[in-house]
């Protein structure tokens, strides 16, 4: 009896988040059994970084079998389902905790809030990410968004004597429920339509009715509202600025990476493989979805130029990347969602790394978040000033760094596509955005030392920062194994 | 050795980089190493010379190898005549720039020469690849250098400059990216398999309405580099804010990549569009337009940067109705022009450099009667300046007058609209020699000032050397220059040379291997 409701296979597929999860619990439990000493929290990230290991290793079973068994693996009756997509993105879920993991030590006791529970936060995210992935039905992936969204909501409000952390939890807490009430809706929509949960059977059930029947544009567009949200696309953006200023910048750093990718392996879900229910339906939403990306690239790019805090800069960056990794999704073709996936990718490395420098600048008693903080950072160290420049020539697209490939491949699909209106904006947009990033560059390398604090470096930090700027090199140089793990990763089945 | 030849050229200057970030901080360590580094990447690139086969088709000590499959770009240099001309105006160049440093910078000085031997690789690059892609990459990749050296080590308005000089190009090189993607979407669409050779892309057929979209995307990318007429207006503020060995650089080499541009890849490429007579009659006025507008500033400028800045929009607008003529003698002469430009108005702006160190001003009624004080440099100053305004037996000359020959044979008005900008360049550039130069020292302070050292004496020499040489011997240039531009003739009007002969002995001589050298 207990084999039919929960079998081997069933376990395999979850291993990664029963790890996660586990850890999570363990790390709640022995912050105040075991480690009651601030001082043995070190421990803690030691946790945090098994954790991994076991998941990494998960992870890679899971490709074993996948490679032996070919397709995909679906467990507890089609509601999970694992395969290649899945495993590229709990990859990156895996390499954002990691580093955020790593650098939080050094962040939250300079912001003097270094709590245990920080770090089974992380996991429980990445716990909620996984199942963003790998679920393929509606509860399942349901579940995985609000486990992600409520451990994001706590982190945000970390800093419990900042106000502007508390300020950004409740906004991000408050709209993130309103979106969810959205999401939900469009699901209970889906559920009636077809009876299932199951997104095979509802896929099934759309694409046998018109394409413009109203029930499933209504579960369409209250969908695409929840989903439009959380991957922080304009109009439903207004949350991300101020969330992202306030919150920790680790927190801000993890967010805009993996809750991003999760966000958007979730819209993918949805919106484009033999398992969406909206993949019968896309000349309904693709016009849709072009006039969102635009609107987005355009309220991202321009809100962007006048910023005089970096982090507040950079979330109106990550809203434009928003933007165009949507026009991967537009575009719809092979292209496109292979761009989607090097663009989360090479994002990944890219946004990490630039936030890594600015968590660098916080110091005891120092936010360091403002341009003047970054100011004259070449002449204070060099180093940081050199990755933080990599990082943002990549984020501007230029080669040869690896944003450069996110921002081709999403070119290229849009070409493909025949979207040459979309492409030709896409490009303009690209100009407007080194104008505000290279004012980040002036600041660092031409204007004085205004802050001569040394920065805040770690052990942790100094991993951090060479994996994300070695990797937004090496992959903007010789990207071809990482073009094969993306373009191996397509939502086919 | 041979065959990794190119390999070596392009990534001398990158070596010297990684050695220069690891040497310790002392000045004149850093001075002479990075002096060096550039040496070496001229004498790496001699043999280029030697071993060239004059009159050989296609490309020679061709490199090739898979780079990225996924997306059909390849590792692929070459070099033909046109780019053997560029690589070897990028690595004399690059020696002298790294001369004319010496002392004029002080300032952060590792960061600085570690930007111009990447901005060096980053231009060989651009001349080296035979793959769209690789290409793009070095393109792009001379942006950040080039905006540093600007942003860092310019004038007072250096970060409006940088900017803007970013922007203007970055933009107009991502609408190319457009145009190559089209491309490519179109090749893949006919052939089934995704390929950035330039060999393969040119056996793409389009229809001539793509063609032209395509066209245009490419000319906005290499119009804003050139600077053509309209997209002009950021070369005189890069050019007044860089220091002066960025200046050199700009104009000598970078200002190059644009015509390079449209003479490998929007000709070759897309011969249709790039023959047809209302694009050509656009891109022809434009050059006039550009050949005489940047002539009448010049006469209006009162400051002596920007009066070299603007001469250079309108040396370039010479070199654009060149490769708009479409004949032999428009395109090699522009490409011969492309280097006089390098030379000469390279010498105009290290003259500028030398005077600016000593006075600090560059306002050009500060001075007058320099030549009681400096007679050396007012000698040097002569012959960069009747160079760059095109006296016979010096290079400008031979440029201009291949240039006219081929524009009157496009179209006789071309001809005699350009032939004024060679009046109006005497006008401007005699008028500015006059105010700085001769009569007598109205200013005190032009008194003390002292003349050109040994080490600035030296790095105008070879420039010299090379001025006089094309302009009494130009033979060996056009020998190298006319397969590659017979090919690209054929290219764009098949049959061109067994219709109508108007220079049957270019023709001719064209198809034998190992020409006249």
Redesign the interface.
């Given at each position: 009896m207990i084999d039919s409701l929960y079998s081997a296979q069933d376990h395999f597929s979850i291993l990664p988040a029963l790890m996660l999860a586990l850890f999570g619990c363990a790390i709640l439990l022995f912050d105040f059994w075991v480690f009651p000493d601030p001082r043995q929290r070190k421990w803690l990230l030691i946790f945090v970084v098994l954790a991994e290991g076991f998941t990494g290793f998960g992870l890679v079973k899971q490709m074993h079998w996948i490679a032996g068994n070919g397709g995909a693996l679906s467990a507890f009756n089609g509601s999970v389902q694992v395969d290649q997509f899945s495993i590229f993105f709990n990859w990156l879920f895996l390499i954002a905790a990691l580093i955020v993991a790593l650098v939080s030590y050094q962040y939250l006791e300079n912001a003097g809030e270094h709590h245990g529970e920080y770090y089974s936060l992380i996991l429980f995210a990445q716990c909620g990410m996984y199942f963003l992935a790998t679920g393929a039905d509606l509860v399942t992936l349901f579940i995985g968004l609000e486990l992600m969204a409520l451990s994001f909501y706590v982190m945000v409000g970390f800093l419990r004597s900042e106000k502007r952390s508390n300020e950004a939890a409740l906004k991000y807490l408050l709209l993130g429920a309103f979106s969810s009430g959205f999401l939900v809706y469009g699901f209970s929509v889906l559920y009636g339509i077809a009876g299932s949960t199951n997104l095979r059977t509802i896929a099934d059930t759309v694409a046998s009715r018109p394409a413009w029947d109203p029930m499933v544009y209504l579960a369409l567009i209250t969908t695409s509202v929840g989903l439009l949200f959380k991957v922080a696309a304009a109009p439903f953006h207004m949350w991300a600025p101020d969330a992202y200023e306030g919150a920790p910048t680790t927190v801000t750093a993890y967010l805009s990476v993996a809750s991003k990718a999760a966000s958007f392996a979730f819209l993918l879900r949805l919106f484009y493989g033999q398992l969406a229910p909206f993949a019968a339906i896309r000349e309904v939403w693709a016009p849709i979805l072009a006039v969102i990306a635009v609107i987005t690239m355009t309220v991202g790019n321009l809100a962007a130029i006048n910023q005089t805090n970096v982090k507040r800069l950079l979330a109106y960056s990550s809203i434009s990347h928003a933007g165009y990794i949507l026009l991967g999704v537009v575009a719809g073709n092979e292209q496109g969602i292979t761009g989607v996936e090097v663009y989360l990718m090479v994002y990944t490395f890219m946004n990490l790394g630039a936030f890594l420098v600015l968590i660098a600048l916080r110091r005891q008693k120092i936010i360091g978040d403002e341009m003047d903080d970054i100011s004259g950072l070449?002449k204070k160290s060099p180093g940081y000033a050199v990755l933080m420049l990599i990082f943002l020539?990549s984020l501007a697209g230029?080669?040869?760094t690896a944003g450069?490939l996110g921002k081709?491949y999403i070119?290229?699909s849009l070409?493909?596509a025949h979207q040459?209106t979309l492409?030709?904006i896409a490009?303009?947009y690209?100009?407007v955005a080194?104008?505000y990033y290279?004012r980040i560059v002036?600041s660092m390398?031409?204007s004085d030392v205004k802050d001569k604090e040394p920065m805040a470096t770690s052990f942790g930090m100094r991993v951090a920062l060479a994996v994300s700027g070695v990797m937004t090199l090496v992959i903007g140089i010789?990207?071809?194994p990482f073009?094969?793990l993306a373009?191996n990763s397509l939502l086919l089945r | 050795m041979d065959q990794h030849l190119l390999s070596i050229v392009l990534l001398t200057p990158l070596a010297g980089l990684l050695v220069l970030l690891l040497l310790p901080g002392n000045k004149t360590v850093i001075r002479v190493w990075a002096n060096l580094a550039a040496l070496a990447g001229f004498l790496v690139s001699l043999p280029l010379v030697f071993r060239f086969q004059t009159g050989v088709p296609g490309f020679q000590f061709e490199e090739r190898a898979d780079w990225i499959p996924s997306l059909g770009a390849h590792y692929h240099l070459g070099l033909d005549g046109i780019s053997l001309l560029m690589v070897m105006l990028t690595t004399v160049m690059g020696v002298i720039a790294m001369l004319c440093s010496w002392s004029a910078v002080q300032d952060r000085m590792k960061s600085y020469y570690a930007m111009f031997l990447l901005l060096q690789t980053g231009m060989i690059g651009v001349f080296l690849s035979l793959d769209f892609f690789l290409f793009y990459i070095f393109w792009e990749l001379v942006l950040v250098p080039m905006y540093f050296i600007i942003g860092v080590w310019g004038g007072p308005r250096k970060l409006y400059a940088a900017i803007k000089f970013f922007l203007y190009t970055l933009a107009g090189s991502v609408l190319m990216l457009l145009g190559i993607l089209t491309l490519y979407f179109q090749h893949f669409q006919q052939f089934g398999f995704y390929t950035f050779e330039i060999s393969d892309l040119m056996k793409t057929a389009m229809s001539l309405n793509m063609q032209e979209w395509v066209f245009w995307a490419f000319f906005i990318g290499f119009a804003i580099k050139v600077p053509m007429f309209p997209f002009h207006t950021w070369l005189p503020d890069a050019h007044v804010e860089a220091p002066t060995a960025g200046s050199v650089i700009l104009a000598a080499v970078l200002l190059k990549m644009g015509t390079y541009g449209f003479l490998r890849f929007s000709l070759p490429l897309l011969p249709q569009a790039s023959a047809d007579r209302s694009i050509v009659q656009i891109l022809a006025v434009l050059s006039i337009i550009g050949i005489i507008y940047g002539a009448l500033v010049c006469l209006m400028q009162k400051d002596w940067k920007k009066l070299v800045a603007y001469s250079s929009v309108s040396h370039l607008g010479f070199c654009t109705l060149g490769i708009f003529s479409m004949n032999p003698n428009g395109i090699a002469g522009s490409v011969l022009q492309q280097v006089n430009h390098g030379i000469s108005t390279g010498m105009l702006f290290m003259v500028i450099g030398v005077i600016y160190e000593r006075r600090h001003t560059r306002e050009i009624s500060e001075y007058g009667g320099l030549a009681h004080v400096m007679p050396r440099f007012a000698i040097i100053f002569a012959i960069a300046m009747l160079s760059s305004a095109g006296l016979p037996l010096l290079n400008g000359f031979v440029g201009e007058f291949t240039i006219l020959q081929g524009a009157f044979e496009a179209n006789r008005w071309w001809a005699a609209f350009a032939v004024t900008g060679v009046i109006l360049g005497a006008a401007y550039l005699l008028w500015l020699y006059q105010r700085t130069i001769l009569g007598q020292v109205t200013n005190g302070k032009n008194l003390t000032i002292p003349d050109m050292n040994f080490r600035e004496v030296a790095m105008f020499l070879p420039l010299i050397a090379w001025a006089i040489w094309i302009g009494v011997y130009p033979k060996p240039f056009f020998d190298v220059l006319r397969q590659p531009v017979t090919e690209i003739v054929e290219r764009v009007h098949p049959g061109y040379f067994n219709a109508s002969q108007p220079q049957p002995a270019l023709a001719q001589t064209g198809t034998q291997p190992g020409g006249a050298r």
């Open positions: 070449m020539i230029i080669p040869p450069f081709y070119f290229w070409i493909e040459y492409a030709v490009t303009l690209a100009a080194i104008y290279f002036k390398f031409v010789y990207p071809e073009l094969k373009q | -």
